[in-house]
């Protein structure tokens, strides 16, 4: 059976690799205390399907939202996330989970999940930018759908 919380690890895991940003599951990550820029990857929900009954061999179909995050500079009072940077990092968590080498057709960003390959991954939804001009924190959010089997 995959492992759920296996593939939101390893999903985590491309993520911070790929952009050399903290990425927080399901939160702030404990490394971006300071950080003007992180994500925080929150799973939402996930379907069984393939084997009948209780067989452990079913495919997994996992959705995960990714929050990409412009924070204020806590070493500038005054400052605010900007839209920009939160495009920014939308463009780059896109990349990083959608990004294929033209050559071989292979995803750019393997993602490594023991016992289980990744045969789909999708763009689900782009809910986009959304600000909060009380604290200066701008977000920009995005859903992805990643297909697993096992191997």
Not at 18 to 33: D, I
Not at 50 to 55: N, R, S, V
Not at 75 to 97: I, N
Not at 105 to 128: H, K, M, S, Y
Request: net charge negative; proline share 7%.
């Amino acid at each position: 059976m995959i492992e759920r919380r296996t593939v939101t690890n390893a999903l985590a895991a491309l993520l911070g690799t790929a952009t050399s940003l903290p990425v927080g599951r399901g939160v702030l990550p404990t490394s971006a205390a300071n950080a003007t820029a992180y994500y925080v990857l929150t799973p939402l929900d996930s379907t069984l399907s393939g084997a009948p009954y209780a067989d452990m061999n079913e495919d997994l179909s996992l959705v995960v939202q990714v929050t990409s995050v412009s924070a204020p500079d806590k070493t500038r009072p005054g400052s605010a996330g900007t839209l920009e940077q939160a495009e920014g990092l939308a463009d780059k968590a896109r990349a990083a989970f959608l990004a294929r080498n033209p050559t071989t057709g292979q995803w750019t960003n393997p993602l490594t999940v023991a016992g289980a390959a990744c045969v789909c991954r999708e763009l689900e939804i782009e809910v986009g930018a959304m600000n909060d001009p009380t604290d200066g924190i701008i977000s920009y959010v995005q859903r992805f759908r990643f297909d697993l089997t096992p191997a």
